[in-house]
Each structure stands twice: as structure tokens, then as C-alpha cells.
């Protein structure tokens, strides 16, 4: 499985970044993009890595964290394989390295990786003040 993230730039505050994922190679692990979970995820420097939004397979569902509520937008083509993050307001501590997660807990409260979730290397994202 491949997952591959791109978008990442410095940025000045106040302004937008779009990041996004494409993912390959989940049928050869007998699964299929469009019935999994996908999320968004960042880690500052020395820090765990955290969730900041999830969205359902069909898009019905979407969860945010609250650092980032009403700023950060997710989005999936499963056309296409893709998860995007639209990025407004950003914000010098939004600075970090962010991660795309396939097939990952989604809940209210929950945004966490399964014990069968993979990773892309991550795109950075800085915002400079």
C-alpha cells in the first residue's frame, strides 16, 4: 500500500494550504478504498501524532478536531482514491508535519489509526507569522 501526500508550503498567517493524499495498493490487502475511514493527521517536533479529521467512506461523516473546527475542511474522491484538506485561517502553531491515514478509527471524540491503518511520509506545513 502506498499512500502519498502532497500540498505542504510555508504559508503566511491567515493564509490557505491545500494538502492532499492519493492512496494505491489497498486491494492487495484485501481492501478497498472507498469502504475505509480516512483522516488527516499532524505532529509538532518531540510530540505524539494527532488527529485532526476523519471522513467516512462516503462522505457522510466527518469529524474535526477542535484546534481546527471551522477552518479545516475534508474531502475524499474515492474516483480518484484521494483525501484533500483544505486549510483556511492557518495559523503559526498549525506548523507541523501532516500525515494522511488510511483506514482509521472515526468517530465523535475519535480520530485514531486502526491496528491496520497506514501512512504516508507526510508533507510539511509551516505558517509563518
Known amino acids: 500500500v502506498q499512500v502519498v501526500e502532497s500540498g505542504g508550503d510555508l504559508v503566511q498567517a491567515g493564509g490557505s494550504l491545500r494538502l492532499s493524499c492519493t492512496v494505491s495498493g489497498l486491494t492487495f490487502d484485501g481492501l478497498s478504498f472507498d469502504v475505509i475511514n480516512m483522516g488527516w493527521f499532524r505532529q509538532f517536533p518531540g510530540k505524539e501524532r494527532e488527529g485532526i479529521s476523519c471522513i467516512s467512506p462516503t462522505s457522510t461523516i466527518t469529524h474535526y478536531a477542535d484546534s481546527v473546527k471551522g477552518r479545516f475542511t475534508v474531502a475524499r474522491d474515492n474516483a480518484k482514491n484521494a483525501l484533500y484538506l483544505q486549510m483556511n485561517t492557518l495559523k503559526p502553531e498549525d506548523t507541523a508535519m501532516y500525515y494522511c491515514?488510511?483506514?482509521?478509527?472515526?468517530?465523535?471524540?475519535?480520530?485514531?489509526?486502526?491496528?491496520?491503518?497506514?501512512w504516508g511520509h507526510g508533507t510539511q506545513v509551516t505558517v509563518s507569522s
Open positions: 491515514g488510511a483506514n482509521v478509527k472515526c468517530s465523535s471524540g475519535l480520530i485514531a489509526p486502526s491496528n491496520r491503518a497506514y
